[in-house]
């Protein structure tokens, strides 16, 4: 029955310095309701949401969520946020952000950076690849040799 997830919320300490952090990344600004300190964000033609709600500082909870991008952008990614002042975090996995990691159990390649209040946020490219059952992590350039030599 249940086909996605459509919609997700997330805790900010500054409405006005998270709509701009979205705006930078991409994200579509739909709606912001100033009297309770939300805003909503349409990603992608399907139109999902990003809702972020204004909270005392001490409220926040570091959250964690991904966003699905293309290959192509993702080997891209790093370069990208590291130019437009996103903080990439330090280590994906215990792996330097050199390079997109791989989850070798799904597979997908991911690179991992912060929003203004820590939030983890993902940028993920589901690879066409068949999943290998482990929970070891490999630089995508890593992962790629793996495949030429299983095929």
Do not use: C
Not at 62 to 80: C, Q, Y
């Amino acid at each position: 029955m249940i086909k996605s997830i459509v919609e997700t919320h997330i805790k900010v300490s500054n409405l006005e310095n998270s709509i701009s952090f979205y705006e930078k990344l991409g994200l579509k600004l739909a709606h912001v309701i100033e009297e309770k300190r939300r805003a909503f964000f349409f990603l992608g033609k399907e139109k999902n949401m990003l809702g972020i709600r204004e909270v005392p500082q001490g409220e926040v909870i570091r959250d964690h969520f991904a966003l699905g991008v293309n290959i192509n952008d993702l080997e891209k990614s790093i370069s990208w946020l590291k130019s437009n002042n996103f903080l990439v975090s330090k280590t994906f996995f215990g792996k330097e952000p050199s390079e997109p990691i791989v989850h070798a159990w799904m597979p997908a390649a991911s690179v991992y950076f912060e929003d203004p209040d820590g939030h983890s946020l993902e940028f993920i490219a589901i690879l066409e690849d068949e999943p290998i059952p482990t929970n070891e992590i490999f630089y995508l350039s890593e992962w790629r040799k793996m495949q030429k030599n299983t095929e």
